[in-house]
């Protein structure tokens, strides 16, 4: 069983940063990819990054290329996503997944997630 556990969220000025970690259980964390999605009411769930086992790449959405980055640091089992320049379009609770098998932006690839840290950005 793995349990994902995010935190960092906030609410923060269009142009502002966050840094939103999870914290992961379990033994496999540093050999598993990770994810973050994002979801606001009546929208689907987005793909926003990704990072392999060993944070050698890293997977972007269009929508935040250049302005976020997620990185790893597997002694402490957690995963971070660094949110740069933020934009009121971010707003969106954001969830940490942890990557199974197949495409790091399909949902689908993941098998655990965690309950989502709210991000909002006023404008």
């Known amino acids: 069983q793995v349990q994902l556990v995010e935190s960092g ?36 769930r987005e793909f926003v990054a990704a990072i392999s086992w060993s944070g050698s790449s890293t997977y972007f959405a269009d929508s935040v290329k250049g302005r976020f980055t997620i990185s790893r640091d597997n002694a402490k089992n957690t995963v971070y996503l660094q949110m740069n320049s933020l934009k009121p379009e971010d707003t969106a609770i954001y969830y940490c997944a942890r990557h199974q098998s197949g495409r790091y932006d399909w949902g689908r690839s993941y098998d655990y997630w965690g309950q989502g840290t709210q991000v909002t950005v006023s404008s």
Request: charged share 20%.
């Open 9 to 44: 969220g906030g609410l923060v000025q269009a142009g502002g940063s966050l840094r939103l970690s999870c914290v992961a259980s379990g033994r496999t964390f540093s050999r598993d990819g990770m994810g973050w999605f994002r979801q606001t009411p009546g929208k689907e």
